[in-house]
């Protein structure tokens, strides 16, 4: 899904409908061609080290902790919840796609 493309919400569902909730905490992030991810910490400890480890990444969202319902088959079914994180992926790329770092998305969806 690629935030540069009119993406749907039926590809944002997509993407969490692939990851299990119980098994890690998850980081959803935008690169800087504005190709969107979820991926998993897996082995990292932190939000930082995940960071580190993306040199391409230009924006994310705050982690979506481990079996807290953020991620997987129940949030993609929620077309509400899915909807407003395309909302605000919409919203804050505009700004910040040209800025140089990584901007961190702290708006509650």
């Not at 690629?2 to 409908?17: D, G, I, M």
């Not at 580190?52 to 079996?67: C, I, T």
Request: hydrophobic share 40%; glycine share 6%; with cysteine.
């Amino acid at each position: 899904m690629n935030l540069n493309n009119q993406p749907t919400v039926e590809e944002l569902a997509r993407l969490f409908a692939a990851r299990k909730d119980t098994l890690d905490s998850h980081i959803l992030w935008v690169c800087k061609t504005g190709e969107v991810h979820l991926d998993s910490l897996e082995t990292m400890s932190d939000e930082a080290e995940f960071e580190e480890r993306k040199p391409n990444m230009r924006a994310r969202l705050k982690m979506y902790r481990r079996g807290q319902g953020y991620v997987g088959k129940k949030a993609a079914a929620d077309t509400q919840y899915v909807g407003q994180v395309l909302q605000t992926l919409q919203s804050e790329w505009a700004a910040l796609q040209n800025k140089p770092g990584v901007a961190v998305i702290d708006r509650l969806c």
